[in-house]
Every structure is written in structure tokens, then in C-alpha cells.
């Protein structure tokens, strides 16, 4: 072989050197594919998320029509507001026994309540007897028997020893205790002052029983309802008058933000009522000079009340089951100012599920006759007492009422 021929050999029998710009054009068909299919499927799958937003938002109606609401900065929890364990000393009562004893009156000993079945129970020691039933069986408590069955909400003793209860959905009963007579009042759906009767909430009565007051909550929402009635911040709770003896209905004071709660002044030429939405307490004039005037009894209260009943020092005891925690988020407080955020919300999730969101807070303050704060007990998380109504006192102990929790609370006050 001579030299040219062998340079020829070599050169021909080079190696190859693979790089990545020899790769590139064999896979870069491969690569474009790839991500071609990559954005197909992220396209497609936020359109499958997107859309059904879409169509909730823009051609699902929403259950409320929520309106713009303004409330003051909540107070900061201090002072007498200071955050506590003081509820978490209550003791629990007939556990499982009794669902949802909103309200409670006693005479002597013996203490009354009425139940999320219908019922009207009576308490003496550690027995419970059913003394009425307002409204028709089946009975269970559940949403769709509600209308139907009655649910008993503010229950006062009269000054003859009968008992006057406030059923949301049936209106205005008499009852007597020892016999089980029960006596209609007033119609719960019938038309006063050119609206129905919808959400009959609380009552009291005057001394001498001739005269009384009880709230409608709505015209519009029923109890079954009241969180739409929360959101929607409906202008449409009023305090009105029963005379006894003319049988007379009368409208004292309308476009109240679900009125709640009601209590004579002890003079009875006034009630305080609790203005749930609103965060505060007003005063309603019923009698005397300033009949039909109203003015705030207190204002931006630390949570949304919900009843109120005198205390033996002279003020008053008022119950909270949902609290606007200063520091901390407030959920009411912050969708105030969103309706649209309330409309959504309520498109997509029930009333049911949105109570699995609302912090179990159970708060109870006293108030002077002034209207000062004088004390507070807390349940943070209510680990004892949930969904407080109510706090009724009586011998030297408080009686947590609950809208929903299947029990009654008994709080000893000279341990806290």
C-alpha cells in the first residue's frame, strides 16, 4: 500500500463524534409534540374548571340579594371583652336528651324550654316531661318537618303561671304547664300591617300580662333560613304588640336588620331588642312620651346577638354564638362590603355546609342598665357550651340555652 492509499484508508475510517447539535433534529420532531399535547390537556382541563364557574356566576340565581352593608371596625377583644375559658365551667345537662332548647323560663324550680321536635318540656330535678307539642307530628327535627311540626323559640312565664312561647313558624302560643292546654295567640303567616308574619322569634310580656311584645324576624326568610337572612342583611325584622284583652296586633317599629331577641325595659315603656345582622342592641319605645322613637342601646358589640334577659344585678345578660374577633378575621365583617362574594357563595354551598365553616365561639357578656359591659365569659371553639341562644338566670346560676346543641349548659356563678 502506498502512502496515498493509506491516508485514503484512515480518512475514510474516521470515528464519528456524536454531539448534541447531531441529536438535536432527530428528536426536536418528537419535543414540539410533546408539548403541543402539554398545553392541549392544561387548556382543556382549566377550561373544565373555569366553565362551570362561568355558568354559576352568570346563569345560576342566587337564593339572596344581598345588600351593602357597613359596620364599625369590630372593638377589640380587651377589657371586659378579654378573651376567657370561664363557659368551658359550665356543666352539661341531659346530653343528647334534647336538641336545641333555645330559650328557657322558670317557675320556682322547675324550668321550661321548648325543643327542635316542637316540643314543650318541663324540667324538675333530673326528669323531663313534655307538656305541649305545638304543631302536627311527625317530629324530627329535621328542615323539612320544621313548617309543619313548630319550632319553639323565646318562652316566658306569665304573670298567672302559663307559659308564652314563640313558635317561628305557628306565632303566638298560651300554654299551661299543668294541664297542656295550649291556646293560638297569634297566627304565625297572617298579614300585619301589609306583611306576613314569617320568623316569630322572641317575646316578653308586661306584668300584668295585659300587653305582649314579640319580634318577627323576616317577612321573608324563615328560621330554616336564617343564615340567608344573615347574608342577605334584609331590612325586614320588626317589634310588634299583642294586647291580650282586644286581641289586637300592632307594628311599633319595622326595617330592623333581623331583630331578635326582645326585653322590657323595667319600667315597660320600652324593649330592648338585639339587632342580629347589625351587631348591637336597640331601644324601641312602646309606651309613654317617646312612644315610636327608637335609639342604640349599644353599639358594635364583640359578636352578633341573638337573646337577651335581665340580670339579678339589674342589667342584662346577652348570648353570641358567632364572634368578630379583634385581633383576627371576621368573616360577616368581611363580605359586608362583598355582595357579590355572599351571591356566589351562595350559589355554590348550602346553608348546612356553610355552618361547618362559622367558628364554634360561644360568648356571653352582662351589661349594666346603661348599657356597659360589666363581664364576659368565653368558650373558645365552644368545647362545653356551642351555639349559645341564650343565658337565663336563676338561683345563682346561668342556663345556657342552645339554638342547636343536643343539651342544656348549667354554669355556676359564683365559680367564675
Known sequence: MNEPEGLRFRRLNRPQIITDELQEPQY??????????????????????????????????????????????????????EPNFKLREAQRLFEDQLVGPESIANFGDV???????????????????????????????SREQEPSCGRPLGIRVGPNGTLFVADAYLGLFEVNPVTGEVTNLVSAGQMVGGRR??????????????????TDSSSRWQRRDYLHLIMEATADGRVLEYDTET???????????????????????????TETTMARIRRVHVSGLNK??????????????????????????????????????????????????KKLIFKLFSQDMLMKFVPRYSLVIELQESGTCVRSFHDPHGMVAAYVSEAHEHDGHLYLGSFRSPYLCKLDLSKV
Not at 308574619?197 to 314579640?214: A, M
Not at 326582645?262 to 320600652?270: A, H, K, V, W
Request: glycine share 10%; proline share 7%.
Open 111 to 141: 324550668i321550661y324550654t321548648g325543643t327542635a321536635d316542637g316540643k314543650i318540656v318541663k324540667i324538675e330535678g333530673k326528669s323531663i316531661t313534655v307538656i305541649a307539642r305545638l304543631g302536627k307530628p311527625p317530629c324530627d327535627g
Open 292 to 341: 315610636g322613637g327608637m335609639d342604640t342601646f349599644i353599639d358594635n358589640l364583640p359578636g352578633f346577638p341573638d337573646n337577651i334577659r335581665r340580670s339579678s344585678s339589674g342589667g342584662y345578660w346577652v348570648a353570641m354564638s358567632a364572634v368578630r374577633p379583634n385581633p383576627g378575621f371576621s368573616m360577616l365583617d368581611f363580605l359586608s362590603q362583598k355582595p357579590w362574594i
Open 197 to 214: 308574619l314569617s320568623f316569630v322569634n322572641d317575646l316578653d310580656v308586661t306584668q300584668d300580662g295585659r300587653k305582649v311584645y314579640f
Open 247 to 273: 286581641k289586637e296586633v300592632t307594628v311599633l317599629m319595622e326595617n330592623l336588620r333581623f331583630a331578635n331577641g326582645i326585653q322590657l325595659f323595667p319600667d315597660e315603656e320600652s324593649v330592648l331588642v
Open 28 to 81: 426536536k420532531g418528537t419535543s414540539t409534540y410533546s408539548g403541543k399535547v402539554f398545553r392541549v390537556t392544561l387548556v382543556t382541563l382549566g377550561g373544565c374548571l373555569i366553565l362551570p364557574l362561568l355558568v354559576v356566576f352568570f346563569l345560576l340565581e342566587s337564593p339572596i340579594h344581598p345588600e351593602l352593608l357597613s359596620l364599625n371596625e369590630p372593638p377589640l377583644m380587651s377589657g371586659c371583652y
